[in-house]
């Protein structure tokens, strides 16, 4: 990796390096970079996912926890002209 | 153990090993209602200290809630007496790349504990009857337990809530237990399991089975071919004791594992650094006061001065490896790579109960060996902890050895939720092999 892309990385990343910073991570990326190449070897497959064992959305059961009456909410509730009065923004 | 000595052997922890990142001060009200001691990595968000993961951009930062795993040992009567210090966000093997303190290891106060959980596993080794909290993400449990001579239990992906740990890399992480042998393992490494709605990944773990045994393993002759001659010595030394207790001992290729690392080091890294986004100054970090910069100058600001240098490293290669154009070269391979991995594991379970390896090529190196390896050594050393952590397997590091005083691990691993025959084995091995005590806890 060359110092120029480190640089753009950095930018992307937000990061400001100074030029030392930029030359040291340059080395130290490119040899890393070099030991990923052995990744082009391995077969390809379409069977993968983002994580190591399945895992699946769950839902939580809806519950009713308060059913107030709508009468006495209408009742209760600050209104005004047939709309409910919130508190001040500002 | 009561209050006053407690109080004593974690001030010594702390002053002589630097073990801790914020610790409760003396005395320690440590009676009636505790059942037990515990420390966590600085990663884990609790109500009553600071949690900065290592990292100086955190300063000052209090949650307002405890971690699962924190919530349930508290329930269950556990004192949380600290939190321990480790690599800024884990990004580290060896406890070094920390802004708050770096541990010592309790058997040579020249050498690291080992990383990231560096500081946990030096609490498990140097407290008596301490359950030390860790996370790993390629090998920070089973590192640090090498290093300083105590187990140390990873389970599978998805068997302990995450929520309140600071993540590092998200479909990696996992939060397991240090201690100094394995039976407060297995006392509360159902504490803190099970599913947890507030963590979408622990919601579909079929129930903990603490049964089951090892009859048998298999040593993949990749992964010990590289190993120092006495890291050799010690480990088939180790092997013969197991085949001794009427382990059957099974030599297999797994070619697929010499994948693992830089499929690892590529995932670890673009998640990383997508997690480390929100250190910029708005909710999270440092805020400046110099109000005339824009946001992309604020927030480089922010983020130049609060992070280390190892942590900017992952930043950058994470960043470069999602970048248009190389995502499918390197993220998507690197996900179909692990895919590989599990299977060769799989097909590795097929012949016997658990792989075994050495935890590490080496035991704990000393400080100024450290300062002098390039960043490619450094990644190298978790060679042996990563495959079964890309491939979300649980796996346990036990002390099998002491090569020149300093204890070296062997790591088991075992199909997914498998937790229970490792810690079966366990049990076993510390029938047959006595673990030694550091100086540093009398």
Redesign the interface.
Known sequence: MDEETVRKVARVARLDLTDEEVSKYAADLEDILSTFEVLDEAPSTEDFDLDPVPVEDRLRDDEVLAYPDPARLRREMRTADGWVRGPRLT | MNGAELAAAVRRADVGYQVFAERLEDPIAYEGDHAFHFSTKDNLCSIDFQTRSGSRILEGYRPPFDATAIERLRKAGGLLIGKTNMDEFGFGSFSTNSAIGVPRNPFDLERCCGGSSGGAAAAASLIEDHLAVGVSTGGSISCPASFCGVVGLTP???RVSRWGLIDYGT??DKVGLLSASSAPIRRYLPVISGPD?LD??S??QPPLDMSGGIDSVAVPEEMVADLSDDMRDAFQEAVGKLEGMGVEVLKVAMP?L??A???Y??LATAEA?TNM?RY?GMRYGDIVEDTDLGF?EL???V??RG?G?ET??R???G??CR?VGLRDR?YI????????V?RQYEEAFQGADAVLTPTMPYVAPRFDEIETM???EA?HADILTVPPN????PHISLPCAYIGGMPAGMQLAAP?WKEGRLLSLAERWESEFQYRIPEGRT
């Open positions: 599978t992906y998805g479909s990696l709605p979408p990944t919601q579909t697929a010499r994948y690392l830089p499929a080091y590529i650094s986004a910029c992309n927030f480089s600001s983020r130049s992070l240098s900017k490293r930043i950058l290669l960043t470069f970048m390197y391979k690197a996900l179909q790579v692990r895919q590989l599990i390039t960043a490619l990644y890309l491939a979300g397997l997914h």
